[in-house]
T-cell receptor, first 114, second 113 residues
Framework: AQSVSQHNHHVILSEAASLELGCNYS??????LFWYVQYPGQHLQLLLKYFSGDPLVKGIKGFEAEFIKSKFSFNLRKPSVQWSDTAEYFC????????????FGTGTRLKVLA | GAVVSQHPSRVICKSGTSVKIECRSL??????MFWYRQFPKKSLMLMATSNEGSKATYEQGVEKDKFLINHASLTLSTLTVTSAHPEDSSFYIC?????????FGPGTRLTVT
């Protein structure tokens, strides 16, 4: 069955620390990959996406993610977090063709201490 | 990115009444829209896939008679929560598909008293 795993459910970091959030998926074909952020009380915003090409994807707000096909992973990184990065982060996967249906991970709640 | 709106953003209704939530894609036509439900501190749960001009496809465990979905045009899908109960209180999010991805609306917070 198709699935997405986000192993870190809660992460607490101090400002300026580096961030890496894990995302692993289970799917037998070619995929598109997404990271979304949801700030407290706000709606989902797209951070970055991977469709094809360079497996290192840069997104908004200094975030990046690397698609490692052999590991079925799409980990999110940021070299130096800020207090304003406190939010919930969701990884999502969809088949590259034939559907728009996403499979979401369970989310990672990040708290950045000032 | 594309813009998707939802109306209302918040609604409070009494138990037993019905509530309609609208989802509009403002700058593109979406043949497929999705409806999600998000519980507090939880991930998004896909409720149904809404296809323009045809019946919605509901996920397992979602009551189609309770959550009525209508996708009457390429820019509008509606979710009606019928005979609402307090356990239906939640955050409902829609998305519209296009250009290979989904574009999410801002969500509707439903509170049933």
């Amino acid at each position: 069955a198709q699935s997405v795993s986000q192993h870190n459910h809660h992460v607490i970091l101090s400002e300026a620390a580096s961030l890496e959030l894990g995302c692993n998926y289970s799917y037998g074909g070619t995929v598109n990959l997404f990271w979304y952020v949801q700030y407290p009380g706000q709606h989902l915003q797209l951070l970055l996406k991977y469709f094809s090409g360079d497996p290192l994807v840069k997104g908004i707000k200094g975030f990046e993610a690397e698609f490692i096909k052999s590991k079925f992973s799409f980990n999110l990184r940021k070299p130096s977090v800020q207090w304003s990065d406190t939010a919930e982060y969701f990884c999502a996967v969809k088949a590259a063709s034939g559907t728009y249906k996403y499979i979401f991970g369970t989310g990672t709640r990040l708290k950045v201490l000032a | 990115g594309a813009v998707v709106s939802q109306h209302p953003s918040r609604v409070i209704c009494k138990s037993g009444t019905s509530v309609k939530i609208e989802c509009r894609s403002l700058d593109f036509q979406a043949t497929t829209m999705f409806w999600y439900r998000q519980f507090p501190k939880k991930s998004l749960m896909l409720m149904a896939t809404s296809n323009e001009g045809s019946k919605a496809t509901y996920e397992q465990g979602v009551e189609k008679d309770k959550f009525l979905i209508n996708h009457a045009s390429l820019t509008l899908s509606t979710l009606t929560v019928t005979s609402a109960h307090p356990e239906d209180s939640s955050f409902y999010i829609c998305s519209a598909s296009g250009r290979g991805e989904q574009y999410f609306g801002p969500g509707t917070r439903l509170t049933v008293t």
